[in-house]
């Protein structure tokens, strides 16, 4: 009975230490078994970011691939191919991963069964952008899969105040391509805003010096180099004051080489052109011009620069004893000289006094009247000097 006991004994003993080798080959792996990505528990990984429709395969990209109960995890190698034990190669270079799913599950079904079997991406490679040019730091730097243009700029410290982001050149595979990123940037074309790739080198090209447009603003100046054509609104964006904080500005002065300056309402800038090395200052305090004279309001009235002389002296409001249009003055300047102007054509400056006086018969009524008057004190004075006398 002893002996049949101990024999029981030996024989399960016998059989534990078989599965737990069984096991341990399992698990860890001999060389004719697949190495699992997760020997814990055998579960397939996900990607670390939700993965772009375009996204290309290319070397250091980890794929997860299930092959019945196996799993393992391959790296796409540098030539663009993924290995599989016992299944063999394929390229996968520049594929997209529904096109990579196709290739690798074609290769593994010739083993195993085609329905138990899937492909993920894992791991999204991570790679070199070469950048020169008119950028804060120049050089090679590294790029997160699925980075797109606009991203990696800021990641470089934007551009530099004279670059030409009209057209920024991305070489790709022996071909340059021409991107304009401040259609991008201002006017939100998505198409200009390129996802980099593995091996994009990229330049941005300084602005041709010469002819420019300064613009003014309180406590910062800028300039962008002259385009014929060009409106200020524009040259308002090339400059990135469109990405600032708006101070709240009321006006803008233009002055042109040679030129009188003149004053334009921030709505005209979209139809505004002006001529090389002009100085665009804007203004965020408002600006007053007054009005006296024959006129029911006198005082001061905030500046539009789309107002002429006849504006102001309607907003003034005209009275019954007003002068012609040909009488209306305007005093400018701190040594104030009387001006005469068109009250419908001729533009209107911060700071001027308009004038409107009385017509010409109110003028000689008045006067008469103060004659009459003075006469009125003379002859009184005459007689009670006599009667006294």
């Not at 196709?102 to 952008?129: G, P």
Request: proline share 4%.
């Amino acid at each position: 009975m002893l002996r049949f006991i101990a024999t029981i004994l030996l024989l399960a003993l016998s059989a534990f230490a078989d599965g737990e080798a069984y096991l341990n080959s399992t698990l860890m792996g001999n060389s004719n078994a697949l190495s699992p990505r997760n020997s814990a528990t055998l579960a397939p990984s996900y990607a670390e970011n939700p993965v772009d429709s375009t996204y290309k395969l290319g070397p250091g990209d980890i794929l997860d691939i299930g092959l019945e109960n196996n799993y393992l995890a391959v790296q796409v190698y540098p030539d663009g191919s993924v290995a599989i034990e016992e299944c063999g190669s394929v390229n996968v270079l520049g594929k997209s991963i529904n096109e990579a799913r196709e290739l690798i599950l074609d290769l593994v079904s010739k083993r195993y069964k085609r329905e138990y079997c899937f492909v993920q991406l894992s791991v999204l490679k991570r790679f070199r952008v070469n950048i020169m040019g008119a950028v804060n730091q120049v050089g090679q730097h590294p790029v997160e899969s699925q980075t797109r243009l606009s991203y990696f700029i800021r990641q470089v410290g934007g551009t530099l105040p004279n670059a030409n982001v009209e057209d920024i050149w991305v070489i790709r595979q022996g071909d340059t391509l021409h991107v304009d990123f401040n259609e991008a940037t201002t006017k939100g074309h998505f198409e200009n805003d390129l996802m980099l790739q593995q091996g994009d080198q990229i330049y941005v090209p300084f602005a041709t010096t010469g002819d420019n447009v300064v613009l003014i603003f309180p406590d910062y100046r800028t300039s962008v180099f002259y385009k014929e054509g060009r409106t200020l609104q524009e040259y308002y964006d090339l400059s990135g004051a469109s990405r600032m904080h708006n101070l709240g500005y009321k006006a803008l002065c233009i002055r042109e080489p040679n030129k009188a300056p003149r004053w334009l309402a921030l709505s005209e800038m979209k139809s505004t052109t002006v001529d090389p090395n002009t100085e665009v200052e804007f203004f965020m305090t408002q600006m007053n011009v007054y009005v006296g004279g024959a006129v029911s309001r006198i005082g001061q009235f905030d500046y539009n620069p789309s107002w002429h002389a006849i504006d102001y002296i309607a907003a003034a409001g005209i009275n019954t004893i007003s002068g012609s249009w040909r009488q209306v003055k305007v005093w400018r300047g701190e040594g104030p000289e009387a001006l005469s102007v068109n009250v419908t054509e001729d533009q209107i400056l911060p700071g001027d006094y308009i004038e409107l006086p009385k017509g010409r018969y109110e003028s000689f009524k008045d006067f008469t009247m103060f004659l009459a008057s003075l006469l009125s004190v003379v002859s009184a004075a005459f007689i009670i000097y006599v009667n006294y006398k």
